[in-house]
């Protein structure tokens, strides 16, 4: 039970089943192995999943990020609030208790007239400013080492990731690029 809602079975198994597969808006729980710690062992020269023990790359995320005066509980939030040039807009996105519902509430805005053109710049500053704020998220993404970061989903999201073998990945490309301007 989150937030105080009751649950039925069959909402707590699909809950449940969620959280297991890491698509649940719950942070996972820390391991305690150090094998399946990414800063423990030698990184894959592939990161296609932001799941497990590189869950933290995701935009959702628990993460404080500050975008154009507002301050956001995840990437997600402070990216889906700039699609609209409303403050008070932005002020409710980022006050949304969960990354999903302000994922929904982006998708219902009607985007700013040159959305198109600056979202990827938005998205960047986003997570510039999730690494950047955070020593032990920066930590953590600089211990990915040279690893290829891939956006690895089954929602369909070609564009920011990569869904079944196909995608423009821009979600890893500029995890990628930022975990550069982070060594030097």
């Given at each position: 039970m989150r937030h105080g809602r009751r649950l039925s079975v069959t909402s707590r198994t699909v809950a449940l089943a969620l959280i297991l597969t890491g698509c649940s808006d719950a942070p996972p729980r820390p391991s305690t192995t150090a094998a399946s710690s990414p800063a423990a062992a030698t990184p894959p020269r592939r990161i296609d999943s932001f799941a497990g023990p590189y869950r933290f790359l995701s935009n959702f995320w628990p993460a404080e990020v500050h975008y154009e005066g507002v301050v956001y509980p995840t990437a997600e939030h402070a990216y889906q609030s700039a699609k609209t040039l409303d403050r008070d807009e932005r002020r409710r996105i980022a006050a949304l208790p969960t990354p999903s519902e302000?994922?929904?509430?982006?998708?219902?805005?009607?985007?700013?007239?040159?959305?198109?053109?600056?979202?990827?710049?938005?998205?960047?500053?986003?997570?510039?400013?999730?690494?950047?704020?955070?020593?032990?998220?920066?930590?953590?993404?600089?211990?990915?080492?040279?690893?290829?970061?891939?956006?690895?989903?089954?929602?369909?999201?070609?564009?920011?990731?990569?869904?079944?073998?196909?995608?423009?990945n821009h979600l890893g490309r500029i995890l990628t690029r930022v975990r550069e301007e982070l060594r030097e």
């Amino acid at each position: 039970m989150r937030h105080g809602r009751r649950l039925s079975v069959t909402s707590r198994t699909v809950a449940l089943a969620l959280i297991l597969t890491g698509c649940s808006d719950a942070p996972p729980r820390p391991s305690t192995t150090a094998a399946s710690s990414p800063a423990a062992a030698t990184p894959p020269r592939r990161i296609d999943s932001f799941a497990g023990p590189y869950r933290f790359l995701s935009n959702f995320w628990p993460a404080e990020v500050h975008y154009e005066g507002v301050v956001y509980p995840t990437a997600e939030h402070a990216y889906q609030s700039a699609k609209t040039l409303d403050r008070d807009e932005r002020r409710r996105i980022a006050a949304l208790p969960t990354p999903s519902e302000a994922k929904r509430a982006g998708r219902a805005l009607k985007p700013r007239p040159d959305w198109e053109r600056v979202r990827i710049d938005v998205m960047a500053a986003c997570v510039r400013d999730k690494f950047t704020r955070s020593a032990e998220l920066r930590r953590r993404l600089v211990a990915t080492g040279d690893a290829e970061l891939i956006e690895g989903n089954s929602w369909g999201d070609r564009f920011w990731g990569v869904c079944d073998g196909e995608g423009e990945n821009h979600l890893g490309r500029i995890l990628t690029r930022v975990r550069e301007e982070l060594r030097e």
